[in-house]
């Protein structure tokens, strides 16, 4: 009985830390919530063959972080040419909100026009 009551209790510990927020393209323009410590994944097209990439335009650095690197996924085809996404993560920080605001475009010149856009309005409560 007490193995039991022990693994239960370790499972819903293990469910609540791995609080997760995924989104895409489709969550553009909504308000997210999330709790400190809420790891927020966003994961975009991008054709990295075309010269474009998506970059930060600015979030509050007090509310969220990068939470790495983005990571790049190519098409599962593995066609040349071909869109793949690239996957970016943030963590929760403190009580607050923030715009997070991303564009695609040119990598190499950022004068040139911005192709999409991405934002969100993140509540860390």
């Not at 475009?105 to 309005?121: A, P, Q």
Request: aromatic residues 8%; charged residues 20%.
């Amino acid at each position: 009985m007490k193995k039991s009551i022990f693994i239960l209790l370790s499972s819903i510990f293990l469910l609540t830390a791995c609080n997760e927020v995924h989104l895409t393209m489709k969550d553009s323009g909504k308000t997210i919530k999330a709790s400190p410590g809420t790891l927020i994944s966003i994961a975009l097209v991008s054709n990295r063959s075309t010269g474009n990439s998506w970059r930060n335009i600015g979030y509050d650095h007090a509310v969220i972080k990068s939470a790495g690197d983005p990571e790049y996924k190519k098409n599962e085809k593995g066609l040349v040419g071909a869109p793949g996404e690239v996957v970016f993560t943030f963590k929760a920080l403190n009580n607050g909100q923030t715009n997070l605001v991303m564009e695609y475009g040119s990598s190499h010149n950022t004068n040139k026009e911005t192709l999409k856009k991405f934002r969100v309005k993140i509540v860390v409560e």
